[in-house]
């Protein structure tokens, strides 16, 4: 890669931001695709956020992504936020226009429908009722995704039932909230099951679940991605339910910033799993 005066500048700001897999991943189609452009891990503490944001556009950026714990915070720092991004109450990805203009965007939920669409192509959004587990910012996108495809019913569990009932309050749509102690009834007669808590991530606990009440035809996916066979997705292999891990997600979501920020629209295919997966 050789970079120019006319370099396209993106990046990550996060804090910690380490642990990042979005400069391995957009450095790949940086590389692959001959750009004169860069995408840079940007470390910074919530204190400095606002500075950080606002420094984008005078530093000749043309966006970014947003990791923990930022997605939430950037919000009043923006000049525009598009729909589906106020709906979900989060921005993973900024867009900044020709005058300097800073719009927050939400592609996770993109990323979310479209790694299910691929991966698990007999799923169909009439199938049946979906089963969500987790309330958190993950948990909004996906449920956001699900509603707006048309799923007749998406039965939330969590943990913390209260918080389960505001997400349910802000979204709207055919959400219904259950009690933690009956997610296993609640698999009964559906056709997806998400886990959208990091239970099961490399360092975690594994989800505590047990599959027998889902239908085997029901498809199973998990957002976490290290491991990515998680003891869920291991279970429901196991039990002959097509499974969907979340690495797609994570490189589905990239796509639409990318194609924003430098031109081209990027393939995910699996060559760009391996390099990914083997940062």
Avoid: C
Avoid at 24 to 40: F, V
Avoid at 127 to 145: S, T
Avoid at 234 to 244: D, E, L, M, S
């Amino acid at each position: 890669m050789i970079l120019t005066g006319q370099a396209r500048l993106a990046g990550v700001l996060g804090w910690p931001v380490a642990h990042s897999r979005s400069p391995r991943l957009h450095g790949y189609w940086i590389d692959r695709l001959g750009l004169d452009a860069a995408y840079l891990p940007l470390a910074v503490a919530p204190e400095h956020l606002a500075q950080a944001v606002r420094a984008l556009p005078r530093l000749g950026f043309r966006g970014a992504n947003l990791t923990i714990p930022h997605k939430e915070t950037v919000l009043p720092l923006l000049d525009a936020i598009e729909p589906l991004a106020a709906r979900i109450g989060a921005v993973n990805t900024l867009v900044i226009d020709e005058e300097g203009r800073i719009t927050g965007r939400n592609t996770d939920a993109f990323g979310f429908l479209e790694n299910l669409r691929r991966n698990a192509p007999s799923w169909r959004p009439a199938a049946g009722p979906a089963m969500v587990i987790g309330a958190g910012g993950a948990a909004r996108a996906v449920i956001a995704a699900l509603t707006d495809a048309g799923v007749p019913e998406i039965r939330l569990v969590n943990r913390s039932r209260v918080r389960a009932e505001q997400l349910a309050a802000t979204l709207g749509g055919p959400i219904h909230v259950t009690e933690w102690a009956d997610r296993e009834d609640q698999l009964d007669g559906a056709a997806l099951l998400v886990n959208t808590t990091s239970l099961g991530m490399h360092g975690q606990p594994p989800l505590d679940l047990d599959l027998a009440a889902l239908p085997v035809t029901a498809v199973v996916t998990d957002i976490v991605y290290v491991p990515l066979e998680t003891p869920l997705l291991a279970a429901a292999r196991r039990r002959g339910h097509p499974v969907v891990d979340g690495l797609g997600m994570l490189l589905w979501q990239a796509v639409p910033g990318f194609e924003a920020w430098f031109g081209p629209r990027p393939e995910v295919d699996a060559a760009l799993r391996a390099f990914v997966m083997a940062g």
